[in-house]
């Protein structure tokens, strides 16, 4: 059974930094592309930032680049999600994904997390 599970999310100021991590379990997590995506309050879900098989390709949203960093570590078969700069309005629900392939920006991932609240109060 494929499981995401998404920590670290929660309450901090504008201008803070939270760190997001996905477990992952139930798969060759070396083999599958990872992503973070997002949900903003009465929003669609919208792409954050991917990365591909060993790390070496990632890929984000104009709206977090230079502030977002996404990371894994195939060992710990985990994903993260480095937040700093926080703005109110990266409030939202964040999810993680996987997939077998590599496909910058796209949203069509085969597995997707529960995922975490994160508010970002002004």
């Known amino acids: 059974q494929v499981q995401l599970v998404e920590t670290g999310g929660g309450l901090e100021q504008a201008g803070g930094s939270l760190r997001l991590s996905c477990a992952v379990s139930?798969?060759?997590?070396?083999?599958?592309?990872m992503g973070w995506f997002r949900q903003p309050p009465g929003k669609e879900r919208e792409f954050v930032a991917d990365?591909?098989?060993?790390?070496?390709?990632?890929n984000y949203a104009d709206s977090v680049w230079g502030r977002f960093i996404i990371s894994r570590d195939n060992a710990k078969n985990t994903v993260y999600l480095q937040m700093n700069s926080l703005k109110p309005e990266d409030t939202a629900v964040y999810y993680c994904?996987?997939?077998?392939?590599?496909?910058?920006?796209?949203?069509?991932?085969?597995?997707w997390g529960q995922g975490t609240q994160v508010t970002v109060s002004s």
């Open positions: 990365i591909s098989y060993g790390g070496g390709r990632t």
């Open positions: 139930g798969l060759s997590f070396a083999n599958f592309a």
């Open positions: 994904a996987a997939d077998q392939f590599y496909r910058p920006s796209r949203s069509d991932y085969d597995y």
